[in-house]
């Protein structure tokens, strides 16, 4: 079996840990060239205190440790879930370690104030929701109906509000 083969049998893209690697390589170039060396976009630095910036990164690598720290112990079982798994942050949102790496790059880009690296988080985010589609295609096609159900009322990237049922 190929490794394409076996990727694809784990549910994931063929490319997708190549991409993250490449978007992370990207990502860190940019912020990195940005934020302390050419300054290019980081003017808004100048009128957001450092504090502010700094407690917004703060929420983002808290927010990233909740969600992959709860969502990783479902990816460390033995074998694949016979079931569509909807406990922890998978209550919430469908991909919520996908989510919890662009929260570190936005919260990174929001502590220097780069733009430019916010630019490259747009071009990750369209990346992400690409290989989150190709994922959410393979569990639809293994889970059925009970991965439809799972996305009607779960968001993507975002939880969803859930009202309250009329008595």
């Given at each position: 079996?190929?490794?394409?083969?076996?990727k694809?049998?784990?549910?994931?893209?063929?490319?997708?840990?190549a991409?993250?690697?490449?978007?992370?390589?990207?990502?860190?170039a940019?912020?990195?060239?940005d934020?302390?060396?050419?300054?290019?976009?980081?003017?808004?630095?100048?009128?957001?205190?450092?504090?502010?910036?700094?407690?917004?990164?703060?929420?983002?690598?808290?927010?990233?440790?909740?969600l992959?720290?709860s969502?990783?112990?479902?990816?460390?079982?033995?074998?694949?879930?016979?079931?569509?798994?909807?406990?922890?942050?998978?209550?919430?949102?469908?991909?919520?370690?996908?989510?919890?790496?662009?929260?570190?790059?936005?919260?990174?880009?929001?502590?220097?104030?780069?733009?430019?690296?916010?630019?490259?988080?747009?071009?990750?985010f369209?990346?992400?929701?690409?290989i989150?589609?190709y994922?959410?295609?393979?569990?639809?096609?293994?889970?059925?109906?009970?991965?439809g159900?799972y996305k009607a009322?779960?968001?993507?990237?975002?939880?969803?509000?859930?009202?309250?049922?009329?008595?």
């Open positions: 079996m190929t490794e394409a083969e076996l694809e049998k784990n549910g994931e893209h063929p490319f997708g840990h991409g993250q690697l490449i978007s992370f390589a990207a990502f860190m940019v912020w990195v060239a934020s302390y060396f050419g300054r290019w976009s980081t003017f808004l630095a100048q009128r957001v205190p450092l504090a502010a910036r700094l407690a917004l990164l703060g929420l983002a690598l808290f927010a990233t440790v909740s992959i720290r969502a990783a112990a479902v990816h460390h079982l033995e074998g694949a879930p016979d079931h569509v798994v909807t406990i922890g942050p998978f209550r919430h949102v469908r991909h919520p370690i996908y989510l919890g790496v662009m929260l570190v790059y936005l919260g990174m880009g929001l502590a220097t104030a780069s733009l430019l690296s916010m630019g490259v988080l747009a071009g990750i369209f990346y992400y929701n690409y989150a589609g994922e959410e295609r393979l569990l639809a096609a293994r889970f059925g109906d009970a991965y159900e009322k779960t968001g993507k990237w975002v939880p969803r509000v859930r009202g309250t049922k009329a008595r």
